[in-house]
């Protein structure tokens, strides 16, 4: 599988991974950002757990699998975008939506970068 084909669906099952790009494509164009970031950093997360417990069962040759395991330990956001910048990329490809919007000033933004923080902070709970 070269870089640039990359997928999730690699990860999962065929099942769920038929389910996200469903999601997205009826979601994104009229969701708000910061609950679509959410939504895509669970995705990743429930990925991220399948990929440990396909390394548990020696299944982790998978570059996918890797790449997850390599981001879930990570700690900055243009780190894991070198990790799974390209599968987030092909889940919202496969979903027929683009990542990158306009705020009304025009600026450009990356919903995938939005759910790349949201992955990273996943498991913070400042309160404590």
Known sequence: MTKD?????????EETYAVWPNMLQRLVPGGRTHRIALMVAGMLQYATLVAREQVEGDLGANSVVQSLLSASEMYNVNEV??????VTAQLFKD??????????????????EAAWSEFLRWYDMPWE
């Open 95 to 112: 979903a027929g939506v683009s990542f990158v919007r306009a705020n009304a000033r025009g600026e450009q933004y990356s919903i995938a």
């Open 5 to 13: 084909k990359r997928s999730l669906q690699t990860v999962v099952d």
């Open 81 to 86: 975008r070198s990790e799974i910048g390209d």
